[in-house]
């Protein structure tokens, strides 16, 4: 079951290309709920299923995921979560990481 509380969150993302380390920086609107920290889920295909990343919620608005391969698109969403329980996804976004180059990233609110 999903805690009720607030949540509305849109995530910004960046796709960092430093030479040959690839990453993507996520950011997001904080919950008006105090305490909240956030859960950062991926996947490889839209719409999940997603993988949680972070291994305890983050109390900041900001993520980096550095495990990524070149070429490959990954699709982000967070949930705020408070005394265990979750919100319902966020808006999908997704970056697609650079071969050389150009970049492509989308945040599309649902």
Do not use: K
């Not at 290309?17 to 950011?27: E, Y």
């Amino acid at each position: 079951m999903r805690h009720a509380f607030w949540l509305l969150v849109f995530l910004a993302l960046g796709v960092s290309t430093c030479h040959a380390a690839h990453g993507v920086d996520l950011s997001w609107g904080a919950s008006p709920d105090p305490g909240v920290g956030y859960n950062v889920y991926r996947s490889t295909v839209s719409g999940g299923p997603y993988t949680l990343l972070n291994t305890t919620p983050q109390t900041g608005l900001t993520y980096s995921d550095s495990a990524v391969t070149v070429g490959a698109t990954y699709y982000y969403v967070v949930r705020a979560t408070l005394g265990g329980l979750e919100s319902a996804n966020s808006n999908e976004a997704h970056a697609t990481i650079p071969i050389a180059g150009a970049v492509s990233l989308i945040a599309a609110a649902h």
